[in-house]
């Protein structure tokens, strides 16, 4: 029986890692939307699967503020020797997983083989003290190989033929890891109707599509109904679409899928072990990806995603209202599902290349799509606007400025260590494109780490100044206070001037249409002529031949507009002042700086619309 002091510390510990990350995120997120959570089994026991794996520590925490249950992350063991990361894992009660590949070791010797063959001869080799049975050997990133036999020192059997030669190469040891006590940690959580949280494709990534999925998340559900016939194990799709993943004051929507349930002829199969087994794994693995798939964005390619995106925000549905943000990664997954059906139709064609020369438009004007509409305003109005937004910027910056000074040290050792593990990362594996998986989670650890100790150098900075030239007017007791509490006040002051900062680059965005409507009017009527062209037949195209690619598909789709659940608020609390100022141009060009969640469309898509990754 649990203790329930023990369950109550544990709850507290939950609650608190939970109420820390939702502060980190709604500083470091514009908006989070959340939807679908009403799918989420009530009490039958869960295994979270969460894909795209795009922003390394970070999604395990957009997971943990979005969950209405409590789950158990699956972390690697070597995470938790990481400050911050490790002290928040061993809190969330997390469950170790003891990677391969984070204790491999360098191999003596060299190896020599011919393609085709099972036998491998090394030079200077100690196989017998290094490799054992059903290891792997690293040859490169991308190539290994799985041993069968040790037969001495220098030689050795593979499990599969050689697909390439090998030709004295330096190899690692992957040693082969019983998971054993992990699958056991699993099944008493399972069968206590517990839920764990687990990211199928391994490691993150920063794909424009998901990685194939990893066997483990099959086998701990069928394994747990296996071992406890009484329980129904759930498995719940959970798909994190960003819009930047990477940057700051970006926007997110966490989107749960319907249930996935474990049907008892799995179960059955795998009980028998052998084909069957594999069988059931491979059957429960295929649900699993298409309850992915149906909440995330898997594009080919990122140039493909691109196309998708400026494809959706030229449609025009029948309601006329502002998307919402899950609206708007909805209908780029719907997007994408028609372009992949349609993917070889001369009209698709046609249309994506008079698309993509339309972004080479918006592109060498330095212009928006949201923003095209928008020029269409005589050149006085133009100017006289302009010059306006220009001394609000002018007196923004003058505003935040000191803020952006006293922060510049955390901004520079933020942007050198994220950048410095961002290299590590992409030199290490095999996966990644650029490594901007790793770029948020490293700017929030370094924040967490580094901004307390700037902010407590300032305050001691007061402290000395105060103490030889406000002292003995002002005690002891007094001058430390002011320290203390400028110290607590610092992250306050600083969060205002980060919106400031935030609001006077949407200021500068919204300058250069104003610009081209000055400047150059007549190619502003072109781009807004060429815009509705091409919206037209966008819009024809998919009201016409939609019907075909999706089963579901309705023109009033989005005619409805509730709301879905938002963690926003911690920069709702601009100044009525501020907001007055900076509320009477938001009709024009679509500009809106009084609200850190506003959704603005030129037509149907976010005001910042950033392509979702």
Not at 138 to 163: A, N, Y
Request: charged share 20%; aromatic share 8%; glycine share 6%.
């Amino acid at each position: 029986m649990p203790n329930p002091e023990h369950s109550s510390s544990s709850s507290f510990a939950y609650s608190a890692v939970r109420s820390a990350f939702k502060c980190v995120a709604n500083i470091f997120f514009r908006e989070v939307q959340i939807v679908g959570t009403s799918q989420v089994p009530k009490e039958d026991p869960c295994i979270f699967i969460v894909g795209p794996h795009a922003n390394q520590f970070v999604d395990a925490g957009m997971v943990l503020i979005s969950n209405p249950r409590e789950s158990v992350p699956l972390m690697a063991q070597s995470s938790f020797k990481k400050k911050v990361i490790g002290d928040a894992a061993r809190m969330l009660k997390a469950i170790p997983v003891i990677r391969p590949q984070d204790l491999a070791s360098k191999g003596k010797g060299t190896l020599r083989a011919a393609q085709g063959e099972t036998r491998v001869i090394g030079t200077d080799t100690n196989f017998r003290e290094q490799v054992g049975s059903r290891d792997l050997l690293g040859i490169s990133k991308t190539f290994k190989v799985e041993v069968e036999q040790v037969v001495s020192d220098t030689e050795l059997i593979l499990k599969k033929p050689l697909d390439q030669p090998l030709e004295d190469d330096a190899f690692k040891v992957i040693p082969h890891v019983d998971q054993h006590v992990l699958y056991d940690k699993v099944h008493a959580c399972l069968a206590e109707s517990g839920c764990i949280e687990i990211f199928p494709e391994g490691g993150s990534h920063d794909q424009s599509q998901m990685l194939p999925l990893k066997a483990g998340f099959a086998i701990m559900a069928l394994g747990a109904m296996a071992e406890h016939s009484d329980i129904n194990v759930k498995i719940v799709p959970v798909g994190l679409n960003y819009f930047h993943p990477h940057r700051f004051r970006s926007r997110a929507v966490i989107s749960y899928g319907a249930p996935i349930t474990v049907e008892r002829e799995w179960v059955e199969k795998y009980k028998q072990g052998g084909p069957a087994k594999r069988e059931a794994i491979a059957a429960l693995m295929d649900a699993g990806y298409e309850g992915l798939k149906g909440v995330t964005l898997n594009a080919p390619s990122y140039d493909t995603l691109m196309i998708i995106a400026a494809a959706r925000r030229l449609y025009r549905p029948t309601s006329s209202h502002k998307l919402r943000l899950d609206q708007v990664v909805e209908l780029n997954r719907r997007f994408l599902l028609g372009y992949k059906h349609f993917e070889n139709d001369p009209r698709l064609i046609e249309l994506a290349r008079k698309v993509q020369a339309y972004n080479n438009m918006l592109k060498y004007f330095g212009i928006r799509d949201h923003q095209v509409e928008r020029t269409g305003t005589t050149r006085m109005s133009a100017a006289k606007l302009l010059l306006y937004r220009l001394v609000k910027l002018i007196c923004l910056s003058a505003l935040g400025f000191p803020s952006l000074l006293l922060n510049a040290p955390v901004i520079l050792v933020t942007a050198l260590i994220s950048r410095r593990k961002q290299r590590d990362a992409l030199a290490g594996s095999n996966v990644k494109i650029a490594a901007r998986d790793v770029l948020a989670t490293w700017k929030v650890l370094v924040v967490l780490v580094f901004a307390p100790i700037v902010y407590g150098f300032y305050s001691w900075l007061l402290f000395v100044y105060m103490f030889y030239y406000r002292y003995p007017e002002n005690s002891l007791l007094q001058i430390t206070s002011w320290s203390a509490l400028s110290w607590l006040a610092q992250p306050l002051l600083h969060l205002v001037g980060v919106k400031l900062m935030e609001t006077g680059m949407d200021l500068y965005n919204s300058l250069q249409p104003l610009v081209l409507a000055v400047c150059n009017p007549d190619a502003a009527a072109q781009l807004r002529t060429m815009r509705e062209r091409l919206s037209d037949d966008i819009t024809a195209f998919v009201n016409e031949n939609g019907p075909s690619a999706l089963e579901d598909f309705d023109v009033h789709k989005y005619d409805n507009n509730e709301s879905p659940r938002t963690e926003t608020g911690l920069f709702d609390m601009a100044p009525s002042v501020l907001q007055e100022w900076l509320k009477h141009d938001r009709s024009l060009f679509n500009f809106n700086a009084g609200s850190s969640t506003s959704v603005s469309t030129g037509s149907n898509s976010s005001q910042s619309d950033e392509d979702s990754s």
